[in-house]
């Protein structure tokens, strides 16, 4: 196994059944920094609907719970369908070469039915929510579907996993029967920004490998101008939070919370090196923590505002 391989041995998924390990590794249940990240413009956007519609705290965590159930099958579903269009292509990439489809451990009909069975339970997820929700969540199939493509056809396929990956900013809006309006809207646009920024820095881990097959991502296409774009991106992040903020009149606790963000995204920021493939990968997965803080922010003014009271 490549050192720079993707498969970690060390998670929970080894206490799996053997036949069961590479199912788990596709599905890359063993890193759920994914899912993180996918649910929490989700979480942004069901917690700033909770304040503005005045929902039941009860309420909204359920829905909360579900979305993460949701994100966990259906971040599951999105890496297998990416490793199914990419399996020749992550056989000459050394941090894909393991992956369970591109070394021949799961077969092409295997992952067919893998797959099925979780978009079956993403479907089971999506009709607990209100018909809105439904089709807000329908909505985003094609880009889960074009997204491992976009690679082959602009040199910013970021763009398009941005897109898709803050999608749950509608749909967490739309959990309450709501249609999404310029609320939604603004937290998507925030989380897009969020999302290229730092799928960007991750794109730098295969920068070498990229350049010498082909492979397009936005970290070859910047160049050096890698990272005056990503603080671009954060900042227009901040700016659309901000821009939330003040569109529902938010608590001081948001604004401490911003802050918070600020300071998390700055040091990402002065810690890009184009030649660190090793820090590229921790940078990425430090984004949890700054959607982490957003998320509690959100909350604890949620809490303030609606009261204890379920």
Not at 100 to 105: H, K, N, R, S, T
Not at 277 to 291: E, W, Y
Request: proline share 4%.
């Amino acid at each position: 196994m490549s050192s720079r391989s993707d498969i970690t041995t060390s998670s929970w998924v080894a206490w799996l059944p053997d036949a069961l390990i590479p199912y788990a590794q596709l599905a890359r249940f063993d890193r759920p920094v994914g899912w993180w990240l996918l649910v929490l413009p989700a979480w942004w956007a069901i917690l700033t609907a909770t304040m503005v519609m005045n929902i039941p705290l009860m309420d909204s965590a359920r829905v909360m719970a579900l979305f993460l159930i949701g994100a966990m099958v259906m971040r599951g579903a999105g890496c297998v369908i990416n490793d199914l269009w990419d399996r020749d292509l992550d056989r000459a990439v050394a941090r894909t070469r393991d992956r369970a489809l591109a070394a021949g451990v799961i077969s092409f009909n295997g992952a067919m039915v893998f797959l099925a069975g979780l978009l079956a339970i993403g479907l089971v997820v999506l009709v607990q929510l209100p018909l809105t929700a439904f089709w807000t969540g329908v909505a985003s199939l094609p880009l889960i579907v074009i997204y491992p493509l976009a690679k082959r056809f602009t040199g910013l396929p970021q763009i398009v996993l941005a897109l898709t990956f803050s999608w749950g900013a509608w749909l967490g809006w739309s959990a309450f029967g709501a249609w999404p309006g310029v609320m939604a809207g603004v937290l998507y646009l925030a989380a897009a920004f969020w999302v290229f920024g730092y799928d960007t820095i991750y794109a730098i881990q295969d920068m070498e490998d990229d350049r010498k097959i082909g492979i397009r991502s936005a970290a070859l296409t910047l160049g050096d101008n890698l990272k005056p774009v990503v603080v671009m991106c954060y900042a227009m992040m901040l700016l659309a939070l901000l821009l939330a903020g003040a569109l529902r009149d938010a608590a001081g606790v948001y604004y401490l919370g911003l802050g918070g963000v600020a300071i998390h995204l700055n040091t990402q920021i002065r810690r890009i090196d184009l030649t660190d493939p090793q820090g590229a990968g921790a940078l990425f997965r430090s984004n949890r923590n700054t959607g982490l803080i957003l998320t509690l922010a959100l909350a604890i003014e949620a809490v303030t505002r609606n009261g204890p009271g379920l």
